[in-house]
């Protein structure tokens, strides 16, 4: 509201209103976006490149700078995803999150446990989670310490394997209910997670010209350099979203074993 009655005040009507790329540049957008003004979020990493040939550098003249380019039309224009979208994303990322304290959490009690000449095994997927609270609660008799820090440790342990599990349920429930995300899992290695990450990354198909730009996208096509008589290929260029490629690549090898009749443990599970 108090955008809005600024404007209303000094009685402009903005023809185009752009803002940088940042960590509240999706708020912003939607905000100007329900005031029915016209506004583009630009990329701030290109526009720091046209606006560090200036001298000087100020909050001013990187307004002013800003205006120039979106007068001239000379920028690179962010895909805003809906806020359903971002649900989707905030629900993975907080079931990876969990899944990363978990395995802090395991790897510092094994390096703990191996001071004392006690080696924790077999602590890789489903219920020898429990296996490894196990392990730890035998490690806790042999010393007062350690029985300390297996009775903390063992409670946050449960308590992560538990969140995670609730995150993951919701996500297949999600899944099974998305058109989408039903046919995509129809393909070996792909499952809820890769299927659902991809959708809300993605989302409009359309904003792609060729199918061919998603893999630019996701930074998986190869870095190239032509000059004169140089032109090089190089490795992929690893632009764009890095969880969402490497859940790709895992999905690939899953797809490769299925089809070798090799045995494989889907890692995003």
């Known amino acids: 509201m108090a955008v809005d009655g600024w404007f209303k005040n000094r009685k402009l009507s903005p023809k185009i209103i752009v803002h940088e790329s940042g960590q509240l540049s999706i708020w912003l957008q939607r905000g100007f976006q329900e005031l029915g003004l016209p506004v583009v979020c630009i990329d701030a990493r290109r526009a720091h490149k046209s606006l560090s040939a200036r ?4 909050d001013a003249s990187d307004a002013e700078g800003l205006a120039q380019l979106a007068r001239t039309g000379w920028f690179t224009p962010v895909y805003i995803r809906s806020v359903e979208a971002d649900r989707v994303r905030a629900l993975v990322g907080a ?4 899944i990363r304290l978990r395995k802090d959490l395991e790897g ?4 703990v446990l191996k001071t004392f000449g006690i080696r924790v095994t077999g602590i890789t997927k489903g219920k020898q989670r429990q296996n490894f609270r196990d392990q730890l609660a035998v490690a806790g008799e042999t010393d007062p310490i350690l029985r300390t820090l297996a009775d903390g440790f063992s409670d946050i342990h449960a308590r992560l394997c538990e969140a995670a ?15 989408v995300a039903k046919r995509f ?3 070996p290695g792909v499952g809820p997670l890769v299927s659902l990450s ?7 198909p359309s904003r792609f010209a060729k199918s061919s730009d998603v893999g ?15 032109d090089w290929s190089g490795r992929i260029s690893k ?11 895992d999905a690939a090898l899953l797809h490769k074993s299925h089809h070798e009749g090799i045995h494989c443990v889907n890692p995003a599970w």
């Open 185 to 187: 899992m129809t393909i």
């Open 198 to 204: 991809f959708i809300a990354l993605i989302e409009d």
């Open 108 to 111: 510092h009690v094994r390096g």
């Open 165 to 179: 599990a609730d995150l993951e349920k919701a996500l297949k429930t999600k899944a099974a209910r998305h058109s």
């Open 95 to 98: 079931r990876e999150r969990l």
């Open 239 to 249: 632009q764009g979203d890095k969880a969402m490629r490497a859940l790709l690549v």
């Open 55 to 58: 001298i000087n550098k100020s």
């Open 216 to 230: 630019a996208f996701l930074g998986l096509t190869p870095k190239r350099f032509q000059s004169g008589d140089v």
